[in-house]
């Protein structure tokens, strides 16, 4: 007979497993929608559909497929109704063509912030210096698909709230992006705004060279130049009439040359957009949110890169310290940006 004492340990042991229980399926459930996504699963569902039809056109057995599509019903991706299943309504626009890619990146992105999450706590790697695939994915997933139409438009609407910035990039103005990654929101603009031309600065070749080759696929080429180094080293000045700084990719010791290099390149009344991470207080505030929890991640790998937690009024504070003037924000709830200009 098992002594109460240790009855009553194994009793706490069981119920903490439950916690560790639920980070296990949390991994789980993003391998089995990575390889539904992938599989073409997904998209095949659609339309209602049988898993005898579904077996057929992934090449699977009925058995594994069943189980498939029950384990993706068990996590609300599919509803079953009879014997077929279908994409639930919240899953539906996720496949639509129009993301192009984006829930492939925002999945690999996972994949590669889980791996330097771990990483962070036995062999740390920074973003700069580690595994390469883990540098793109997170570089894909930080921002919109330029191909797609979807992000086309979600950086068109970015752009209404700032209408003296349309006005000019639509008139053909000159655009300065410091750390453009993979080029996500320059490309994106490129299409927005036709006559409009771009600079590019970012310290990875390999990224650059994604830069590259999407910007030949999107046949806007001729109007940008990738520059691969450091910001802090470029210098074409009073050139640029908007420059886009990804200041939460900026460690604290880069930041005022980068700044130094946006006042510089800008003309006088050239306007500095800066995008915001979420807000730190958010941290304190609502950490156990689905938004505190998001915000907590973030900061522990932004921040084991030696970038600061720069929330709206902080950074206003960068940018006025550096000489930009009227400097404000602009909430558009989907993203924040600190605006500043040269005087
Ligand atoms: C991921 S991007 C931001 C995404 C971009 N706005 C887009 O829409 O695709 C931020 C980039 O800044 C680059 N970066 C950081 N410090 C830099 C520096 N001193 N000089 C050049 N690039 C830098 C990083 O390498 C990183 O790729």
Redesign the pocket.
Known sequence: MTPPSTQESLRQVLGSMVHVSRVVQGAEVHGLVRGAASSGLLAACVEPVTVADLATRLGRGDALVADICQALDAHGVLVRDGDRYQLSAGWEPMVDPLLGGLMDDMLAYGAARAAMVEALVTAPET??NGNPEH?LA???G???DPRSPMAVAVVRMMYDALPDVCEVLSAGGRYL????????????SLQVFPRMTATG????DR?VAE?RERASELAVADRVRFVA????A?SDDDCYDVA?W?Q????TS?RA??LGTAYRSLRHGGTLLC?LMAEPSLLSDKLHSDDGRDAAMDRLVHGSWGVPARGADDLADELEEAGFVNVRVIDRGFQRTVLGVRP
């Open positions: 973003y700069w540098q997170v570089a894909r930080v921002t919109l992006e410091l750390g453009c990654g993979v080029a996500g929101t320059l490309l994106c600065i970012e310290l990875s990224l830069a180094g450091d910001v802090a470029f886009f990804s939460f990719f900026f460690p880069t040359d980068a995008p």
